[in-house]
């Protein structure tokens, strides 16, 4: 069987995987954009879409490793964040935003809405116990008797 190796990388390797990592995906980026030519020097079709999602990992990147770069590494991945964005910005033109890379990269989280702060309640002169409301059945839509979807509210005082 094959043994593992258990020594930790050494620091330099990391840093250079790191920005090896962040300058495919830049490199990956301008391709799709067509500002690097094929290795027969034709240029490549240009692809919107793959350059928002490349654009939108290195921002993930960027979020997810921020306070653990060093210097050189958090403005080399700057530097390249901000290149594919122009770059992108240049050869779109007219692009509706819909297809502009977001500034909250992926992070499609539903809406939570506030909770609005209860009113105090006067004491009560002994301990409320815990009110549980029976399930209330949906009023049917249109008449049609569909499944009934049962809510439940529960108070605490």
Do not use: C, W
């Amino acid at each position: 069987m094959a043994e593992v190796q258990k020594t930790s990388q050494n620091n330099g390797e990391v840093v250079q995987k790191f920005l090896q990592l962040v300058m495919m995906q830049a490199q990956n980026t301008l391709y799709v954009l067509g500002k690097i030519p094929t290795p027969d020097g034709r240029v490549p079709a240009l692809n919107l879409e793959a350059a928002k999602m490349l654009i939108d990992q290195l921002e993930v990147i960027k979020i997810k490793t921020q306070g653990n770069l060093n210097k050189q590494e958090a403005a080399i991945l700057e530097e390249a964040l901000s290149s594919v964005q122009m770059a992108f910005v240049e050869v779109s033109g007219g692009t509706p935003a819909s297809m502009m890379p977001s500034r909250d990269p992926g992070l499609d989280l539903p809406e939570i809405p506030a909770e609005e702060p209860a009113a105090a309640p006067a004491a009560p002169a002994q301990p409320a116990a815990p009110v549980v409301a029976a399930p209330v059945p949906a009023a049917p839509e249109d008449g049609k008797s569909e499944e009934t979807k049962v809510k439940f509210h529960k108070s605490y005082g």
